[in-house]
């Protein structure tokens, strides 16, 4: 069975970054995309970034409109593993980011197969 874990997360003033990172154990099989969503305090979860997986480098990417060209989503085939690098970081990315895979590229949460526990990102001013 596919487990997520997700790991970096922490706390960092505003306008400074962080990376978190998702690990995949077990083959995705038929896992084609990769996603970040985020729930903060008394929020419904919310879409992040989607990237599909490929067994080359690269991939169609997928932000939403709260952190374009803050945020960048990438991927390391070989350590089965997708990244979040959050530039920029406001305050309101205070949340616990949650990563999933999936077998579409999709915003929508019920769309993903595998999620993980979640990691704890807190921005501060």
């Known amino acids: 069975q596919v487990r997520l874990i997700e790991s970096g997360g922490g706390s960092a003033q505003a306008g400074n970054s962080l990376r978190i990172s998702c690990t995949a154990s077990g083959r995705l099989r038929g896992m084609y995309t990769m996603s970040w969503f985020r729930q903060a305090p008394g929020k419904e979860r919310e879409f992040v970034a989607a990237?599909?997986?490929?067994?080359?480098?690269?991939?169609?990417?997928v932000y939403a409109d709260s952190v374009k060209g803050r945020f960048t989503i990438s991927r390391d085939n070989a350590k089965n593993t997708v990244y979040l690098q959050m530039n920029s970081l406001k305050p309101e990315d205070t949340a616990v980011y949650y990563c999933a895979a999936g077998r579409i590229l999709t915003m929508r949460g019920d769309d993903y197969d595998y999620w993980g526990q979640g990691t704890q990102v807190t921005v501060s001013s």
């Open positions: 990237i599909t997986w490929s067994a080359w480098s690269g991939g169609n990417t």
